[in-house]
């Protein structure tokens, strides 16, 4: 009967909700205003559903959610915002590569080593200026699997990990869109690249500490997605750009 209730209730969900529920992800391209049901959605979950069982991932609402709404709101109505979104996590026998064994000393009897790499998030924007900002989030955790004996002998395993999150963001110019070189130089953990041409590409690369919370990760995500746009004059609309009312 429970099962019943909770079934109808994540029936009721918006689709991509359901997605996010059951397979943990989805990929999917929609206007801008098309968003909002399905953020409405994911707030109102647990007033329906409780079980953890049934919980969308945690950094839907803590990451994807508030990037979402960044974005939006540098969007036209007409702007198309793409998500692939990945919350599968790292234990997916896919993203994990192969082990091997590392040099131990007793007390230590063996250690195994491997890595993961989860390509979790990419998102792609048409923003109100006319410019495209492309983001792609990448998890890459090593793993660690470590043998030992105690001084009462009893063998013990335990498992080590350490991970960082990769984030690379690309912003795309318009043709005949003007750059001017910021006054102060970024961060010193963002690193920037500017490729001239036909259109303008500005692109910013970080790596950010795996142990933060979620709200420091879309923290520092967003520091590096504003990071490209201190390269073109404030307050100037791109060349060929449509203005709403």
């Given at each position: ?46 007033q329906?559903?409780?079980r ?7 950094r839907a ?6 990037l ?13 915002l ?6 599968r996590?790292?234990?997916?026998a896919?993203?994990?590569?192969p082990?091997?064994?590392l ?38 955790l090593?793993?660690r ?7 009462r ?24 869109a ?13 690193k ?14 970080a790596?950010?500490?795996g ?11 967003l520091?590096?997605?504003a990071e ?8 100037t ?9």
């Amino acid at each position: 009967m429970f099962w019943r209730k909770q079934r109808a209730a994540i029936e009721r969900f918006h689709p991509l909700h359901r997605a996010l529920v059951l397979e943990r992800g989805f990929t999917v391209s929609l206007y801008r205003d098309d968003w909002e049901p399905v953020i409405q959605s994911l707030a109102g979950h647990d007033q329906h559903v409780r079980r953890r069982k049934w919980a969308p991932p945690e950094r839907a609402a803590g990451v994807v959610v508030p990037l979402l709404r960044v974005l939006a709101a540098d969007m036209r109505p007409e702007g198309v915002l793409s998500v692939a979104a990945d919350l599968r996590g790292t234990d997916v026998a896919e993203k994990n590569g192969p082990a091997h064994e590392l040099p131990v000393q007793r007390p230590v009897l063996s250690v195994k080593q491997w890595y993961a790499v989860d390509p979790w998030l990419r998102v792609r924007a048409e923003l109100r200026d006319g410019s495209v900002l492309e983001l792609a989030v990448t998890e890459r955790l090593r793993k660690r699997q470590i043998r030992k004996r105690n001084p009462r002998g009893k063998i013990k395993v335990k498992g080590k990990s350490k991970s960082v999150h990769l984030v690379r963001v690309t912003r795309r110019l318009p043709k005949g869109a003007a750059i001017s070189r910021p006054g102060a130089p970024p961060p010193e953990w963002i690193k920037v690249q500017v490729r001239q041409g036909n259109r303008m590409v500005i692109r910013t690369n970080a790596k950010i500490n795996g142990s933060r919370p979620d709200a420091q990760l879309t923290e520092g995500i967003l520091l590096v997605s504003a990071e490209p746009f201190r390269w073109t004059p404030p307050g100037t609309a791109a060349p060929g750009a449509r203005r709403t009312t």
